[in-house]
């Protein structure tokens, strides 16, 4: 049987990698390379830095698995180096960072909002599964990312001059300190004063991809930026002065749904089947719980204000903006908040049905699961 250790914030952990061995768990920020001693397998979450100093008595360590995005936490030359595989779970979380982005536009704009055009910046799993979700509230967009507009990517591609002259700026981008496509502090000064009055700018990938002084100073300043921060510089020690000064404060939960969560666990799950040959033999699906909401019907034609009234249904942005800046406001409080997250669910969950075939469609774009029964056996509607 194998010894794993684990970031206790992971779920589902028992029940994917139960049968393997003995599972510990730990908050991933204290492991330390006394906690390694006769691992072999290792589950972390983006908080943990993965390297040679955290590894140096892990002599059984075979496998790494990050249920992250990102992977600039790991040292991949050094895993390589030591034999030892590992995988990290792109696109884990996607959809429900998009669905953040959603909420947060449900919540700041309503009719004007088809007005106006988003510049994503960064066309990967979740750039894209947002501009899917825009596509359906039929809302302009188009993309900023240069290696994949350089490697003759489909879609509109601008650059970033054109970003700054966006109605609203929604960054999904990796952390990249050097090279032609640096990210890191992409957004600073001399970005944020081409930026038009009145602009929103949502950044829910990576903290240093936004220098945060730089963004303190300008709110400060002018007064005419709207900002919706998941990710901050310096986390979990946040700065408090800029937290006050945003739109919309969350403690880097964007990703937090259980369906995100799940997946996450789950790539890493089928990862390490492969890694020793061995067929998976458990679904994600079946993880899941059904959601404590009866299918909807949708009596008449859906309206922005209907759509914004499901998606905050299912998640209103405004309840994290409230236990961030009332409990967030220490280290502990902030990594609290993460750790003690609620149970958020993704548009997928909520069933709903219409006669009408359009607001089908509509709904289905935009995420939400659609019932195959009649109208009338429907408990909930929406009118």
């Known amino acids: 049987m194998l010894n794993i250790l684990v970031d206790e914030n992971m779920p589902f952990v028992d029940e994917l990698f139960g049968e393997f061995g003995n599972i510990r768990k730990m908050s991933g920020r204290e492991m330390t390379c006394d906690d390694l001693v006769g691992i072999d397998l290792l589950l972390v979450r983006s908080i943990t830095q993965v390297n040679q100093e955290l590894l140096a008595l892990a002599s059984q360590l075979k496998f790494v698995g990050t249920a992250t995005i990102g992977v600039d936490h790991i040292d991949q030359d050094y895993l390589a180096e030591r034999n030892i595989g590992w995988s990290s779970a792109p696109g884990c979380n996607a959809m429900a960072v998009a669905e953040y982005v959603i909420s947060a536009l449900s919540v700041l704009y309503d009719e004007e909002l088809l007005e ?3 510049a994503i910046v960064g066309a990967g799993n979740i750039g894209t ?13 188009f ?10 990517a489909s879609g509109d591609y601008r650059d970033l001059e054109a970003v700054t002259q966006a109605d609203i700026i929604s960054l999904h ?8 496509d640096s990210t890191y502090h992409l957004v600073d000064k001399t970005f944020l004063e081409k930026l038009k009055p009145g602009t929103l700018l949502i950044n829910s990938c990576r903290g240093d991809v936004v220098d945060n002084l730089a963004l303190r100073q300008h709110i400060e300043t002018t007064g005419d930026l709207k900002t919706v921060i998941d990710v901050w510089q310096n986390e979990p020690v946040i700065d408090l002065k800029l937290m006050a000064l945003v739109d919309i404060a969350t403690p ?5 749904t259980l369906e995100g969560k799940a997946n996450g666990t789950f790539m890493l799950y089928q990862s390490w089947c492969k890694h ?5 033999t ?3 699906v079946d993880l899941l719980p059904t959601m404590p909401i009866d299918p909807m019907a949708i009596e008449h034609a859906i309206e922005s204000g209907t759509i914004n009234q499901l998606v905050q249904l299912v998640y209103d942005i405004r309840d994290d903006d409230l236990l961030c800046r009332s409990r967030g406001i220490d280290a502990k409080g902030f990594d609290n908040l993460r750790k003690q997250y609620k149970v958020r669910r993704e548009f997928s969950a909520l069933s709903l049905h219409s006669d009408r075939a359009k607001n089908e469609q509509r709904v289905k774009r935009l995420g939400f699961s659609i019932q195959a029964q009649k109208k009338e056996q429907a408990h909930g509607e929406i009118n």
């Open 116 to 118: 106006k055009t988003v």
């Open 129 to 141: 599964r947002l501009a899917k979700k825009l596509t359906a509230l039929g809302i302009k967009y």
């Open 143 to 152: 993309y900023c990312d240069p290696p994949k507009e350089r490697a003759g």
């Open 173 to 180: 981008v990796p952390i990249n300190q050097c090279g032609i």
């Open 252 to 256: 880097h939960i964007a990703g937090y």
């Open 276 to 280: 020793v040959g061995i067929t998976p």
């Open 282 to 284: 458990k679904r994600v």
